[in-house]
T-cell receptor
Framework: DTEVIQTPKHLVMGMTNKKSLKCEQH?????MYWYKQKAKKPPELMFV???????INESVPSRFSPECPNSSLLNLHLHALQPEDSALYLC????????????????FGEGSRLTVL | QKEVEQDPGPLSVPEGAIVSLNCTYS??????FMWYRQYSRKGPELLMY????GNKEDGRFTAQVDKSSKYISLFIRDSQPSDSATYLC????????????FGSGTRLSIRP
């Protein structure tokens, strides 16, 4: 199984709502990532988990709260979002973190398209 | 200066043409060089990666790295409409727990 599965595919929420994005992979990867992608822009790293521990937080506002319940699952909890947070949220996984001799090849899901009204 | 620079295009070529996509980078410590392809409304997928300088070929795709010029290229031969996508170059940073650094992506359209 070489898939990264993200749910839901589409989400519309108001600024006062609380919602969650979910991601799972069964490839045995030990690193999982959340990226945000705006139209016609490259993916922008938000969070990285390595062995279920938060490894990188790219100074993301606290209205985004990641959670890694186990090595196969990654959640992104959303609360009090702004309209400018509307974007495609991509989950990715890799065998390990990039660096040194490790390419950190990323396997991406299809994304969750979020619209904040 | 951005660590990775890529012309965003859009680039439109006729079917069957040879396509050249390019990136420049500033950090001479980069060792691995990757190309991701992203179709509209999908997540990126790894197309090819190369280590250090040289060429790597996979079917109609050739990745080329020139570390002396800090310049990488992706060539697509006999381009097909199904190659229409955004192509992102990417490089893992050198430190032990670093992130993948993406170029801005080039939007490519192959006209039938």
């Amino acid at each position: 199984d070489t898939e990264v599965i993200q749910t839901p595919k589409h989400l519309v929420m108001g600024m006062t709502n609380k919602k969650s994005l979910k991601c799972e992979q069964h490839m045995g990867h030990r690193a999982m990532y959340w990226y945000k992608q705006k139209a016609k822009k490259p993916p922008e790293l938000m969070f990285v988990y390595s062995y279920e521990k938060l490894s990188i937080n790219e100074s993301v506002p606290s209205r985004f709260s990641p959670e890694c319940p186990n090595s196969s699952l990654l959640n992104l909890h959303l609360h009090a979002l702004q309209p400018e947070d509307s974007a495609l949220y991509l989950c990715a996984s890799s065998w390990g973190l990039a660096g040194g001799t490790n390419t950190g090849e990323l396997f991406f899901g299809e994304g969750s398209r979020l619209t904040v009204l | 200066q951005k660590e990775v620079e890529q012309d965003p295009g859009p680039l439109s070529v006729p079917e069957g043409a040879i396509v050249s996509l390019n990136c420049t980078y500033s950090n001479s410590a980069f060792q691995y060089f990757m190309w991701y392809r992203q179709y509209s409304r999908k997540g990126p997928e790894l197309l090819m990666y190369t280590y250090s300088s040289g060429n790597k070929e996979d079917g109609r795709f050739t990745a080329q790295v020139d570390k002396s010029s800090k310049y990488i290229s992706l060539f697509i031969r006999d381009s097909q409409p199904s190659d229409s996508a955004t192509y992102l170059c990417a490089m893992p940073g050198y430190s032990s727990a670093s992130k993948i650094i993406f170029g801005s992506g080039t939007r490519l359209s192959i006209r039938p």
